[in-house]
């Protein structure tokens, strides 16, 4: 390459350097003028001059990971439901104290005290038939549970019936209400075998006693139908066995009940005598007579501080006890036996409302395996003989509480509607064509036993 070629490039390779240099600071000083002019734009004119629509759209947030995402959801419920979250949260959590409590009540140990020398002290005694499911079933209960229990029979039969069943520690009582002098000479020697010093065992320190409370259960099987077709030696029978036995016991047994302060516990059927239904005036009229003695009982006792409970039993489930050859009869099989003009008048009501209670398994005490399982009672009765302030009235067994509501609060006219029970027209009457209508009845008893 030739000197003066070099030299020209020489001097646009100085050019091209002084340009660089020069447009550099021109747009440095452009822009130091534009950041001036911009805060001086920002300390003039007020922040958010610009419309909405204009201004550009912020960029969206990063997105949430899919727990975080749900979390914030729920968070913004609750901050726009307080009043429906703090409901519920107060609905589950008593819920759940309640299940904790009643698991913790049921699965918890319960055995009578005993003497210091280990044998049994604690007496409690059963009033009622000793055939009765229940009455069995509560004896050897509480004898497993470590009491003396002692079962009241009226003669020799019920005495054999009693040590038939070959517990050591449940005893029969003799005690016949009819006969005063042997009822007052049975209650001496009960007392005195209370007051006397026991040795359960050679070499073992004596100890004494103690009378518990007494079990009272009232035959649990009644006659039904309508009130004519009753004859007035079935009402005497059911109300001399059932009220005026029940309270001729109650009062041999009272001088030791207020020597002993023991409990005094009253077990009657509640179903039929809460939705008193037709076809059951005799259950209805017995059961309310308990209940208002109960109540006067109670009253009395209460001011010698002695508690009085009364038991509502609903249904329960026997059979492992031989209560199908306990339960009340339900059918119409005995209307054959009603005059024509009662057969005509009320069979048609009757059988449907044995049928709607047969299949919702309503009027027996001992069910057929529907019921509610007798470790219920047995825990219940527990509780109330040894708890040192126990309820005045305990629902026990399936129907119970349910069935007391429904007959407090629901018109007797929509009870009866629903236990199949219609009105008898004149036509009826006359061609005898009015049908056992029972499916609707039965529909509408289920809804209502889904929540016994």
């Keep these: 390459m030739a000197s003066g070629d070099q030299h020209v490039l020489d001097v646009l390779a100085d050019y091209t350097h002084d340009i660089r240099r020069f447009t550099s600071q021109m747009f440095d000083a452009s822009d130091r003028h534009f950041h001036s002019v911009s805060k001086l734009i920002k300390r003039s004119v007020p922040e958010g001059w610009l419309p909405e629509h204009v201004r550009p759209s912020p960029p969206p947030p990063p997105p949430l990971p899919f727990v975080g995402t749900y979390l914030h959801d729920l968070q913004d419920w609750v901050s726009r439901h307080r009043a429906l979250t ?94 005063e002098f042997g009822t007052q000479e049975a209650m001496n020697r009960f007392q005195s075998m209370l007051l006397r010093p026991h040795i359960a065992f050679s070499g073992a320190s004596p100890h004494n006693l103690h009378f518990r409370g007494i079990v009272l259960v009232p035959d649990l099987v009644y006659p039904n139908g309508p009130i004519e077709t009753v004859p007035p030696q079935r009402w005497s029978d059911a109300l001399n066995a059932k009220v005026l036995n029940t309270i001729a016991i109650t009062q041999a047994f009272l001088p030791t009940i207020c020597e002993f302060k023991a ?127 126990p309820q005045k009235v305990w629902h026990v067994g399936r129907g119970s509480l349910t069935y007391s509501i429904v007959g407090n609060w629901v018109p007797a006219g929509l009870v009866g509607w629903m236990m199949g029970v219609r009105r008898v027209m004149e036509e009826e009457e006359e061609d005898g064509s009015m049908e056992p209508q029972v499916e609707n009845s039965v529909q509408q008893w289920e809804k209502v036993d889904r929540i016994v």
């Excluded at 306990?326 to 044995?354: C, I």
């Excluded at 005490?365 to 399982?373: C, E, F, K, Q, Y």
Aim: charged content about 20%; proline content about 4%.
């Design 86 to 179: 703090a409901a519920v949260i107060a609905f589950v959590g008593t819920g759940s104290f309640l299940v904790w409590r009643e698991k913790k009540i049921q699965s918890r140990k319960r055995r009578a005290r005993r003497a210091s020398n280990g044998a049994r002290k604690e007496v409690v005694v059963i009033a009622g038939p000793p055939n009765s499911p229940i009455v069995k079933s509560l004896s050897l209960d509480l004898e497993r549970r470590g009491f003396i229990v002692y079962i009241v029979c009226s003669d020799l039969e019920e005495e054999q019936q009693v040590q038939g069943e070959s517990r050591a520690d449940v005893r029969a009582l003799h005690l016949d209400v009819a006969d």
């Design 263 to 389: 409990r005094v516990l009253m077990l009657t059927p509640s179903i039929v005598s809460s939705l008193q239904p037709p076809f059951h005036g005799v259950e209805t009229t017995v059961v309310r007579a308990l209940e208002g003695f109960t109540s006067s009982l109670r009253g009395e006792l209460g001011t010698l501080g002695i508690q009085v409970c009364q038991f509502k039993l609903g249904t329960f489930d026997c059979t492992h006890m031989g209560g199908k050859q306990h339960v009340q009869p339900l059918a119409g099989a005995d209307t054959v036996a009603w005059p024509a003009t009662s057969r005509k008048l009320f069979q048609a009501n009757y059988m449907n409302q044995s049928r709607v209670a047969r299949s919702r398994d309503m009027f027996n005490a001992t069910g057929n395996g529907s019921g509610s399982p007798l470790r219920q009672l047995h825990n219940a009765v527990f509780d109330a003989l040894i708890q040192k302030r």
